[in-house]
């Protein structure tokens, strides 16, 4: 433990007060240690602690849903997802269902549908209720539900990745067909990767997110689970597009996803080496039999390759902690906030952050403290390293279609065993970077090592997800070979 001083304490209490966080005299000291080791000073990382189950809200052995109708609410027979059964993660506005943000500090009812899940509705898919997340998104295990931790149906005693923990265990179960998840850093991916199925990250700003409650809008992405390609394929053509009610969606429209799956011609991959050097054996192992099975393909070549990492890894944290904390001083994270919430809504808003827990605040507080000790400074060079790492995917890009990388440099952990910044690397280090850069990323099962699901990403240009998408049939064609 790092020796701090009593000014250093008090600034970062009265930075706390001002947030309207509530941290123990601990989680002070613990989040000191990690504003120096993000600002790269004393190497001592702080712990976090796991949260109590307290019970779900529906029936539900993996606690994977929160909220469920008696019957899937349909709109449509006909359209292309007539049948498929969704669930939504409950920090994406279903009108007249409670939405929570897994946290028991922040429960309003909206009286609309987000855009997504309108356009799943209007797409003709039947919605079964909302999925469980780590509170408020934030958590790489879905150990940090207030609802609840997730069971991982195929690997009980190992965590269920989070946030989109409901969503992927609802999925891999077969609850349900497909889920809406959102990735911030990783909260698809990561619990795809842990759950054994598919996870989408489309292109950043490729659809809307009216409805959505942001994390950390320069990274925050809605996007599907399945448990194959083609109907997470599906599910993203459906949702994506522009909308008038986000003005930060883009008009920029790619491929369709759907075309994409039976298109031919050759595809040359570039499998990132620095994300596979810092795996665990058994992790890089499984990724590169597949890496190996693909190039054994008439129709795809891989080559490994080295990039420069520079500050990427740092930077990841940074950001989504620097921007969360500016979104609590703004007291909103909610798009459309203005005209569609009540004002009960906004009493709840304007106590909830009182109520975060330790887990957030522990990330959070670091990153707001190097904010305001360095005057925006440690946020302007995490943007900086984003530029840098943008500029070396570029030059991959101009050599290779698409980049390979594994989703978790670890199998999927135990319970309780991430409790430090080093294990949080080890699930989202290889995630964050491709969060950072906005490219569309999608996790597909790689297979099994020691019985337990190895998941690989796949990571297109921006607004080429049909790409990616082609390139996971491939991935999903091989496997197991
Ligand atoms: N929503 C996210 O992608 C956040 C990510 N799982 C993290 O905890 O860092």
Not at 173 to 193: E, F, H, M
Not at 357 to 380: F, K, M
Not at 405 to 429: C, D, F, H, Q, W
Request: glycine share 8%; charged share 25%.
């Amino acid at each position: 433990m790092a020796h701090h001083t009593s000014a250093e304490r008090d600034r970062l209490r009265t930075l706390t007060e001002r947030l309207g966080l509530s941290v123990s005299d601990e989680g002070i000291d613990a989040a000191l240690d990690t504003a120096d080791e993000l600002g790269s000073a004393v190497p001592e990382s702080a712990t976090v602690e796991r949260r109590e189950s307290v019970g779900s809200m529906a029936d539900d052995p993996n606690n994977a849903l929160l909220e469920a109708y008696d019957e899937p609410r349909v709109e449509t027979d006909e359209g292309p997802l007539s049948d498929v059964s969704v669930a939504v993660k409950d920090v994406i506005a279903v009108k007249n269902l409670s939405m929570t943000c897994g946290s028991k500090s922040f429960s309003v009812v909206p009286s609309y549908d987000a855009t997504v899940v309108e356009r799943l509705l209007d797409a003709g898919a039947s919605l079964v209720g909302k999925a469980n997340t780590d509170a408020f998104a934030f958590g790489p295990t879905g150990e940090f539900s207030e609802f609840g931790t997730v069971t991982n149906p195929v690997a009980s005693d190992r965590v269920p990745g989070g946030s989109s923990s409901g969503s992927a265990a609802a999925v891999s179960a077969g609850t349900v067909d497909a889920a809406l998840g959102t990735d911030t850093g990783g909260s698809v991916r990561i619990p795809a990767a842990c759950c054994g199925v598919v996870g989408v990250k489309p292109t950043h700003r490729s659809m809307s997110r009216y409805g959505f409650v942001d994390l950390s809008p320069t990274t925050d992405c809605i996007g599907p689970l399945a448990r194959d390609v083609e109907t997470a394929a599906r599910v993203l053509d459906a949702i994506r597009g522009p909308d008038v009610r986000d003005p930060s969606s883009s008009h920029v429209s790619g491929e369709s996803a759907t075309d994409a799956l039976d298109k031919d011609g050759d595809l040359t991959f570039a499998l990132l080496s620095p994300f596979v050097e810092r795996s665990s054996d058994s992790v890089a192992a499984t990724v590169c039999a597949v890496a190996d099975a693909l190039d054994a393909r008439e129709d795809a070549s891989v080559t490994a390759t080295d990039l420069e990492l520079g500050e990427i890894e740092t930077a990841y944290p940074l950001t989504i902690a620097t921007e969360f904390a500016w979104l609590l001083r703004q007291r909103g994270t909610i798009r459309g906030q203005g005209t569609q919430y009540t004002e009960e809504w906004r009493e709840t808003f304007e106590s909830f952050t009182n109520c975060l827990n330790e887990h957030i605040a522990l990330r959070v507080l670091p990153a707001a403290y190097l904010d305001e000790r360095t005057n925006g400074r440690s946020y302007v060079a995490a943007r900086e390293a984003v530029t840098e790492f943008r500029r070396e995917l570029h030059g991959l890009f101009a050599e290779f279609d698409l980049l390979l990388a594994p989703t978790l440099r670890v199998l999927p952990p135990k319970y309780g065993e991430i409790t430090a910044t080093e294990g949080m690397k080890n699930i989202s280090g290889n995630t964050g970077p491709f969060s950072l850069t906005g490219n569309p990323v999608i996790s597909v099962p790689a297979g099994e090592s020691n019985g337990l699901p190895v998941g690989m990403q796949v990571i297109g240009p921006h607004f080429n997800d049909a790409r990616a998408v082609r390139g996971a049939t491939l991935i999903e064609s091989v496997r197991d070979c």
